[in-house]
């Protein structure tokens, strides 16, 4: 006898009040549907605080602490994490926020100096420990991070310095980006430094880092660090009365309570922020940044930047273009509920790892410390791909097609525009708010794009643009919906 199973039957209707059935709501996609956390079960001994990540050439990760500890794990990518050992590598640094293998040595970037290390015996542990470079000072103050970045396609390391306190400059070369040579000679190469959170290259090589909001910083940021450039704050500029010239002469002193690109125009050193991270709507500290590099490994977005953010436990995704020669772009939503304070991130073939702190600034993630590793699911979530500046308007792409009718309603998008004040003065609120007018959508042959034509663009405006009427071809909603793109500079026709 064939039995009918009523039940799996119902369960994809709703009985409505009258008695008629309709086909039941798909269940919304989320981020863990695309992008699965897997967290480390880190040993109690250990006050992780993870400030640095790398693989070494052996498989191991290697995590450095602010406590000042470095610790290898055997098994980085076991699914679960469980019976993996952590062995200490090095202890009795100073707060390591970088670390990278050249060959046989790991480089570690502590807050007085760059530092090789080398395990000569095999046992595991460093043995051999040389100063690279010291030419840079500390005052003993909490707040004088230096983060180190991977070495440059010349061997360089860059370290950014974070000023005394975050708001004085009280040390030589506090408020710089310099960079180490791989003899350990110090070229400064950038000044106007607030107080950075991660530094890292895009796939271009051109290296970028995350300033936080503060005197000079309305909100937080991802700035281009362009040889040469003074990317804002003026608290340091006195050293370049030691950089012999180096990076050219010291430029004007911006006008506080200005806007940052009417000063751009009058000092041409000055690098405007290629991302701001609107403040409590992206997150509130910068941190960590990584560039995806595996080929779509992980997932539809390769050539991207993924962000962190400290105090909302969160990754963000960034995508950049080049507009009258400098770099602007776009930043979204990525994936929220990290263990604790996003600081640090490692991007692999097999997934991306994610080290936290909450010690110093509260965060989202409750724990003290955490070290998660985010892994791809093979779904393809429906998202803005890449949102591209033009004369008249935005092109956005998708990574998948869209809802064509959906998408031609200009009813579909709410947009409006603001920037932040330039000034010496603790952030800034948003400010000069204008609501550009949404003439025509066009959707794209292929259906994976569309072009918004655009009336009141305003140059050095974020343009926050909400997409909330947008599906895809098979109606399913965008996984994120916002987009904040930093139009400092209006393309030419």
Known sequence: MIRTNYASILAGLFVTAVGLAVPAIAQTPTEADYYRMIPFDI???????????????????????????????????????????????????????????????????????????????????????????????????????????????????????????????????????????????????????????????????????????????????????????????????????????????????????????????????LEPPAVYFPYKKMGQSASGIACDTTGGKFGPFAGQVFVGDQTFSTVMRVFMEQVNGHYQGVCFPFREGIGSGTLSLKLTDQGMFVGGTNRGWGSRGNKPYSLDRLVWTGKVPFEIHEMRAKPDGFELTFTDEVNAKSAADIASYELQTYTYIYQASYGSPEVDHTTPTINRAAVGSNKRSVRLYIDGLQEGHVHELHLPGVSSSTDVPLLHQEAYYTLNYIPRN
Not at 111 to 117: N, Q, S, V
């Open 43 to 269: 040993p109690a001994h250990i006050n992780l605080e993870a400030g640095g990540l790398e693989m070494l050439p052996d498989g191991k990760l290697a995590v450095s602490t602010r406590r000042g500890d470095i610790y290898t794990i055997d098994q980085p990518f076991a699914d679960p994490p469980e019976n993996v050992q952590w062995t200490p590598y090095a202890k009795g640094l100073h707060e390591v926020l970088g670390i990278h293998a050249v060959g046989d040595w790991l480089y570690a970037t502590q807050r007085g100096e760059l530092t090789r290390l080398k395990d000569e015996n095999g046992d595991g542990k460093a043995d051999l420990f040389e100063t690279v470079n010291d030419d840079w000072e500390i005052t003993g103050d909490y707040h004088e991070y230096a983060f180190g970045s991977p070495p440059d396609a010349d061997g360089n390391i860059w370290v950014v310095l974070c000023l005394t306190g975050s708001f004085n400059s009280n040390a030589p070369y506090r408020g710089w980006c310099v960079r180490i040579t791989p003899d350990g000679k110090l070229l400064p190469t950038c000044s106007g430094i607030r107080s950075p959170g991660g530094i890292a290259m895009n796939a271009a090589g051109d290296v970028f880092y995350t300033d936080n909001q503060g005197p000079w910083n309305g909100t937080s940021s991802l700035k281009h660090l362009k040889p040469g450039s003074f990317q804002g704050h003026p608290g340091g500029n006195n050293w370049y009365e030691i950089a012999n010239g180096a990076i050219g002469p010291r430029p004007a002193e911006p006008k506080s309570e200005s806007r940052i690109m009417v000063e751009a125009k009058k000092i041409p050193e």
